[in-house]
């Protein structure tokens, strides 16, 4: 990014911060000492918070990040000779340096295409009954991503199936919720609709990008996944000493319900800036706008001269491809910045 | 504890919550966004006061907690058939749940007794030639911790002892800095004294324990061991994505002094505890307090009832042993309640 | 060993070549091609015969060796953050270079003492209650070997009281039989009475050091185990393709009866080392002779004198401790050749 | 197969058996105790062998089975972060059941597509460039298959390419051997003009295809990566207590020059074999038939037929692909009674 140029954050919603409700817990938090280890005053109480709002007496822990959370309940659910089907974009796949390779001791992942960014069960059957022998790792787990990282999301509907699917198989059902929020708000559903009513059994729900500094919240609602998972934590690195600066930001959210509005403003200020792009003349979209991420193809040289003035966006789904992601605290005033710009760049070559 | 009681907090140094300078630091780097995966404004700029204050080009790797940056650290130093070389009390043998094994793959540790919580250069003698054949894990390094884990600290003659025992045997040399800045406060000596200047290949910074909410740093004086370790930090779950909020607060510690100010207070008020016990009859040290813990022997009844008056303390080193740590937040108001209490409670049988 | 000498060899059984049934099948095998993996015509049959021989419908693998045996068995026992409790001087913790540790992915060995190395109840529950907190590995099986590392075995009733032990505190109990062949002959009890019939969940039944080139046979009386295990030795190397050379001379020992006669045999040749050796002024045993190997204490210069002489033997276990281990086919001309030898060699310096 | 028909063996060379200039040695071996882990008469002899052979100071490793060799070799070539390119077709990444992954403890295999199932420069250089950010596993081996898995060889020519690619982007370079004989008939090249003088790392050399029982030679010509790799090799189940029975037979081959001339019939029977099928009308070939397997394209009656009569072979190599592989002791009435059934089958139809 040129120096000059004030960034300008579209790339994640991992550039944002720390939400207001988030950080008025963190700092009550700190108001006076308190036990190590999870043994304090806010942890059981989010894990509480969390099992009442999926009406489900699940279990909860929290690590640190979404590559933890992932690889960590995906080693849960399988062994390493087992294999996990997911899209071939899913970001365990290809943003996640081998970590479920390595959490789970070469569990391998297989992959297969599907439109909109979403597994479907004739994709998955075909991966399972591919091969039966003992020289191929056998398929154990269906991890899909909610929603997906293309910016759609699965309807109850395609969730059920690829569950009836997996019940087929014999297969786990991991869902990979970095955007779990957003997906909840995309839907209008409730945490308890998207996950353990269709089956899913284990659920990676994403904090960071919902507006917290770090921590994740994985669910179990196969409770005999999560047998001994603490233990597992503690060994891999993701037990905080200090935990309650991870769950204690997390009740905030939940108590707010800031983990809503702020997936509701994320998804509204995608669809504002979706239908923005739509109307400029050589714009298309890639995928449909369904949670908080905007897909849209672009020419080079408008991809340049966005970079050179301080945009910051991500170009890695395919030829021309340009993702924008907004958060909680996007702005409109920000996407209307973006759209007179991406309007000035292809009106100087048009 | 007892509900009716308001706990009292000299459990561990990780009790204690974010100190002021690494809070003012946090909120600053809130006040917008930034890029993702430490390339925001924060972490190079962390980094580089590091090597300032350690006078010394080393690489700086940032990650979440204790366990992970000794286990990360020591699998960079090694490989799965060998073997390190640590005291029988050290937290990576006792209190990690097998973290090491599991980073490393399946490295094995040999531990060996030593005075006041330290190993000797005889003792790692020993058991690298205790056994030459494939059979055995092959040792490959030594690691030690500075401050001990019984609040001791190593001098700088015993530290070039152990390099000189190392060099002899061709072993790597890792330092878990859980107390580093302890230990620095207890010699009176540069962080560069204590590490690269006598032989350090890596150092585990901790700042959770020195006023963070989180974050350990991974200081390479080897930078040859340092190969690629991004890459191994990214896979096993510890690249935070905001990471801003590890460095910004590492900063604030860096910047202000008070990584040093804070693990002085937390020194004087363990030797103020210490000398209010030892004056108290029937009270005998464990070990000499050396950094911010005091280790006392107590009759059972005592350490009963100092539990039910809200006290948080542990009990596991030996028979009768308490340990008490201070941080840069203990007060002496609440030593001086303490040492009420523990006079009152011997007072009762006595 | 001087270059003038030529070797004698009882520092082990697996000096031991082929025995006369395990070749004949071998050649057998080798008399047409085969099925592949397993699929062969010698495999299933050898299984069989196993279930046969130990009256259970157990499930059975063929393994390269005992490393990989007793490894992967104790994997499929527990996960990485469990831990394995064993006698100090188990082979799973002297001997295998951290095998345990890298097929389990960072399992930790809990060591105990005991005396003629075998493991006590109270010994094993000295362990498991030593810690309950989850920053240590939760235990999860215990590991016994039958015979032992010194020669001694297991009563029925001995093995009874480790499996209560293990019931109360919900331990899986694992053996290692790198020489339970000769454990049978010895007790005079079938393979059923020391197994499953006294709570065993897998055995690990090494035909190496009972008269194979190669090969062991991991036997799953607890067959919820051995789900999909399989796949775990295919993934770890220990699938051979030519399987039929590992289960075609098992075949040979089972079928002939071999696998009895052969540890009796070494056993009774044992006994009548021992019975020489103790014959002798100033040879002290260090443990019973029960098995197949003898313990004797020798002065140094008796031992340098045996070595020159061109003996093989190991000296591993205290100081002054020798090491004789009789196979299937160690003769008393040569046992004779030794007791001779040691008397020398006591008498130059008496 | 029908139990009424004899099976004939085409599936692969390893449904041949020990060839008899192996077992010759073996017997041999047999003739009296020996040292055990290799310290034995043979062994050392057989690495000497080894080095001649290839005329290079070598390192060699014995082990039991090519999962092992190749999983073995390529975890000592890079880190679990790393990643290994290798072929899409390539045994390491369809039938080793995540062996490579699991050894590596994660490493990830990248696969490229290639005509005649050989890798090329631009297709490995596609996959190192593709990415660069930590996130994904950094490329660090090249893995090809020499015979590849479609019965092809790479040319001296092909292999200075993948070479000059490999040094451009800092890669090594890791031979699949498993019918590295076969390729130097086929070529009629040395052993060291298709590995160390072009420029390979590591070869793993099978012996079991070639006429052993069990046993592949890990052959590092670039030395660095084989420190400690004995260790390695202990911890991972790998080291043979009775490993005479691995390198006598080895040496069987060696010293009689059986390696090369079991390969050549080999070679000859798949071209005697191929050229009989291209006569045949309604027969084509899918690759060249440069080594010992034959690929050919048959209608799926054909192939049904084929099974009845009892061929064994494998098809899964695209829709209708029957591969057939002949081994050290395939004969010419075998292929013609082939040859004759698969006229008769295809007439059938016609």
Redesign the interface.
């Known amino acids: 990014m040129p120096s000059e140029c004030t960034?300008r954050?579209l790339?994640?919603d991992?550039?944002?911060?720390?939400c207001p409700e988030a950080?008025q817990y963190l700092l009550e938090?700190?108001?006076?000492?308190?036990?190590?280890?999870g043994n304090d005053r806010w942890t059981a109480r989010a894990a509480d918070r969390f099992r009442e709002m999926f009406d489900y007496d699940c279990d909860v822990f929290f690590?640190?990040?979404?590559?933890?959370a992932n690889?960590?309940a995906l080693s849960a659910m399988g062994?390493?000779?087992?294999?996990v089907i997911c899209h071939e974009l899913a970001h365990i796949e290809?943003?996640?340096?081998?970590?479920p390779?390595?959490?789970?001791?070469?569990?391998?992942l297989l992959t297969s295409p599907g439109a909109n960014g979403k597994l479907t069960p004739q994709g998955i059957e075909a991966l399972v009954t591919k091969r039966s022998d003992?020289?191929?790792?056998?398929p154990k787990v269906v991890s899909l991503t909610q929603a997906t990282e293309v910016g759609t999301v699965y309807s109850r509907e395609e969730l059920l199936a690829i569950r009836a699917m997996a019940d087929k198989h014999d297969l786990r059902l991991h869902m990979d919720g970095a955007r779990f929020a957003n997906a909840c708000a995309s839907l209008n559903a409730s945490p308890a609709e998207l996950t353990w009513q269709v089956g899913v059994d284990a659920l990676c729900f994403s904090g960071?990008k919902n507006g917290l500094?770090?921590g994740e919240a994985i669910l179990f609602f196969n409770r005999e996944l999560a047998e001994?998972f603490?233990?597992?934590c503690?060994?891999?690195?993701?037990?905080?000493?200090?935990m309650r600066?991870v769950s204690a930001p997390w009740l905030g959210l939940l108590e707010s319900g800031a983990w809503l509005t702020n997936a509701e403003h994320a998804n509204a200020m995608a669809r504002y800036l979706s239908e923005g792009l739509q109307a400029l003349p050589g714009v298309s979209l890639m995928f449909p706008t369904q949670a908080n991420s905007v897909f849209v193809e672009l020419p080079p040289h408008a991809i340049e001269a966005l970079k050179a003035k301080g945009w910051?966006f991500y170009t890695f789904i395919g030829a021309g491809g340009a993702r924008f992601v907004c958060a909680w605290?996007t702005t409109v005033e920000l996407l209307d910045q973006l759209l007179a710009d991406v309007k000035a760049v292809l009106d100087v070559r048009a």
Chains 1, 2, 3, 4 share one sequence.
């Open positions: 960034p954050f790339a994640s991992n550039t944002s911060g720390i950080m938090a700190n108001q006076a000492d308190d036990l190590a280890y690590v640190f990040n979404g590559t933890a690889s960590l062994r390493s000779y087992h294999s290809t943003d996640e340096c081998g970590g390779e390595f959490f789970s001791n070469g569990a391998k003992i020289h191929y790792p056998k960071t500094a770090f001994d603490s233990y597992r503690k060994q891999a690195g993701q037990l905080a000493s200090k600066y910051t605290n």
